[in-house]
């Protein structure tokens, strides 16, 4: 090993060594370092979710967060080229903010299950069925439906941007359990689109959970395939074995789960949680990659592992492929102008909300 590879092989060691096998950790060196070395010389930023994998994580990006944290990143950065670690939606972000960079994916499949919900179609027939009615889109979405909506929020900032259009009703698009979440937190009026009729349980169940919420039958619902799967029979199970277990979910888990949690935020909000609140141990109900992550930067605090639910999605970038995009500038997210401008009004207004 190269002196420098060796430096860098060493301090992962020291920050992974129970959580990444050394074999793995030696080849993950040599690709981080060739990597870093190519970021340098093509002038570029990495941008890392917290979801991505233990050793990418830990050794290339130059900024590291949630949605929000990176999209502010991305919209500031003055280097050529922006590699983004984690999904598309999420380079397409970058690419809204920042157009005349260059903006890299390191794969063309990491795409994301509330995104693949719903289409521009999908919103402009509800704008026709509710006009006025304000839409707010989670920034999970593509940009030709973040340009058909009023404003978009991420996990970190919904509640705000809600809150912020001083109205009594609201259309919020397309994760069903996260707009749940934010008509119990706020007491907004929610429009929600369901797939399904919905059952006189489900409707008794929103109405005892003090949520005000209208369903809308149309042709999707949008729900995360990782976060959807955690249930509150998961905390039960825990509790009792662990009655001293703090439990952390994120927003877009069912309003079931999240009311059994103690705490549900963005996945920094969750890091700083667990950074800045002493517990006995933690329970994170999300992808579990950030799990490792947290569990590597907090070796004082003890995570408690309930599944392993890895996101096929963040799953796919790898160090391989973020070291081809670098060399080979691929995967380059392009969009049409006109609807770049469009989307970015509904982006810029919700970084100014914060
Ligand atoms: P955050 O904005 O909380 O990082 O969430 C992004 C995401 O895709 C969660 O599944
Ligand atoms: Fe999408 Fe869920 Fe994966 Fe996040 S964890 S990228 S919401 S599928």
Not at 70 to 78: E, G, I, V, W
Not at 79 to 85: E, P, Q, R, T, W
Not at 240 to 266: I, N, T, Y
């Amino acid at each position: 090993m190269k002196p420098d590879v060796s430096a860098l092989y060493e301090r992962l060691r020291e920050k992974l060594h129970d959580i990444v096998p050394d074999a793995e950790l030696q080849i993950k060196a040599e690709l981080a370092h060739r990597i870093l070395q190519l970021k340098e010389e093509r002038n570029a930023v990495i941008l890392g979710h917290n979801y991505m994998e233990a050793a990418l994580f830990h050794s290339i990006p130059d900024f590291k967060g949630d949605s929000l944290e990176l999209c502010r990143k991305a919209a500031t950065t003055d280097k050529d080229i922006i590699v983004f670690c984690g999904v598309r939606f999420m380079a397409e972000t970058a690419k809204i903010l920042n157009p005349t960079k260059t903006v890299l994916v390191p794969s063309p499949k990491a795409g994301c299950s509330l995104a693949e919900s719903i289409t521009a179609e999908d919103v402009r027939a509800l704008r026709a069925k509710y006009p006025g009615v304000p839409v707010v889109t989670y920034v999970n979405t593509y940009a030709d439906v973040k340009a058909e909506s009023d404003i978009c929020c991420t996990s970190g900032n919904a509640a705000k941007v809600v809150e912020s259009l001083g109205v009594d009703r609201i259309i919020f698009l397309p994760d069903e359990y996260l707009a749940k979440n934010v008509a119990k937190e706020t007491g907004k009026r929610i429009i929600i689109p369901s797939r399904t009729p919905i059952s006189a349980a489900t409707q008794a169940a929103d109405a005892a959970s003090g949520a005000d919420i209208e369903y809308e039958m149309i042709g999707w619902h949008g729900r995360c395939e990782v976060h959807e799967q955690f249930t509150v029979e998961d905390i039960e199970n825990v509790r009792r074995q662990l009655p001293d277990v703090v439990v952390l979910a994120h927003p877009e888990c069912s309003p079931e789960v999240v009311e059994a949690s103690d705490f549900s935020g963005s996945t920094g909000a969750m890091i700083s949680y667990v950074r800045d609140v002493k517990a006995a141990r933690y329970l994170l109900l999300t992808e579990c990659s950030m799990g490792d992550n947290i569990a590597a930067e907090n070796p004082d605090r003890e995570m408690v592992r309930l599944c392993s639910i890895r996101c096929p999605h963040m799953n796919e970038i790898t160090m391989e492929q973020t070291l081809a995009a670098l060399e080979q500038t691929r995967y380059v997210v392009d969009l049409d102008e006109d609807l770049r401008r469009r989307a970015e009004r509904s982006v810029r207004r919700m970084i100014e909300i914060g």
